[in-house]
T-cell receptor, first 117, second 112 residues
Framework: EAQVTQNPRYLITVTGKKLTVTCSQNMNHEYMSWYRQDPGLGLRQIYYSMNVEVTDKGDVPEGYKVSRKEKRNFPLILESPSPNQTSLYFC????????????????FGPGTRLTVL | GQNIDQPTEMTATEGAIVQINCTYQTSGFNGLFWYQQHAGEAPTFLSYNVLDGLEEKGRFSSFLSRSKGYSYLLLKELQMKDSASYLCAVRAANTGGFKTIFGAGTRLFVKA
């Protein structure tokens, strides 16, 4: 089954304790993204990756890191989480926009609800 | 800057037609998307427009006018299960790649 998986689904942590949220897709997609969703603000892109070893900042990258060592995985790293990073996080993947292929649907993972105390 | 506007909430009656508008300002336009999101769930893809005109897909249609920076999502024969948030998103070419910018979403309430 084609899917994007994220782990953990729920996480409560404390300020300053490093954490990683994993994201994996099985569709051989080149393009992967991380978003956070906050009430009234909608989805905001944190980082995206055009392909392996190619990452770039979205609109709200401060306080986050990503890596793309393999095509299927795109982990989100919070080196020193703070309460303002409490949010619902989504990972998404799609074919590469640069190929202009088809409709380029983004497939979203189920979400990770993070609370930083 | 880059900006997407869509109404915060709309209410419509079961069986009716509803149009959700989206206006955007962006440079490097590379396509406009509509997603549906039920409460507590991930967004799911509805439609994609990159050229002007209407794209129809069953009960859902999406329209784009690039010169006006305007799109709408049309939902026909509304059903109760269509109660959800509808997200308008624009993909824009960025240095080194493509960013995706979402609007805040429109919550649609379908009443009997």
């Amino acid at each position: 089954e084609a899917q994007v998986t994220q782990n953990p689904r729920y996480l409560i942590t404390v300020t300053g304790k490093k954490l990683t949220v994993t994201c994996s897709q099985n569709m051989n997609h080149e393009y992967m993204s991380w978003y956070r969703q906050d009430p009234g603000l909608g989805l905001r892109q944190i980082y995206y990756s055009m392909n392996v070893e190619v990452t770039d900042k979205g609109d709200v990258p401060e306080g986050y890191k990503v890596s793309r060592k393999e095509k299927r995985n795109f982990p989100l790293i919070l080196e020193s989480p703070s309460p303002n990073q409490t949010s619902l996080y989504f990972c998404a993947s799609s074919l590469s926009p640069s190929t202009g292929v088809g409709t380029d649907t983004q497939y979203f993972g189920p979400g990770t609800r993070l609370t930083v105390l | 800057g880059q900006n997407i506007d869509q109404p915060t909430e709309m209410t419509a009656t079961e069986g009716a037609i509803v149009q959700i508008n989206c206006t955007y300002q962006t440079s490097g336009f590379n396509g406009l998307f509509w997603y549906q999101q039920h409460a507590g769930e991930a967004p799911t893809f509805l439609s994609y427009n990159v050229l002007d005109g209407l794209e129809e897909k069953g009960r859902f249609s999406s329209f784009l006018s690039r010169s006006k920076g305007y799109s709408y999502l049309l939902l026909k024969e509304l059903q109760m299960k269509d109660s959800a948030s509808y997200l308008c998103a624009v993909r824009a070419a960025n240095t080194g790649g493509f960013k995706t910018i979402f609007g805040a979403g429109t919550r649609l309430f379908v009443k009997a």
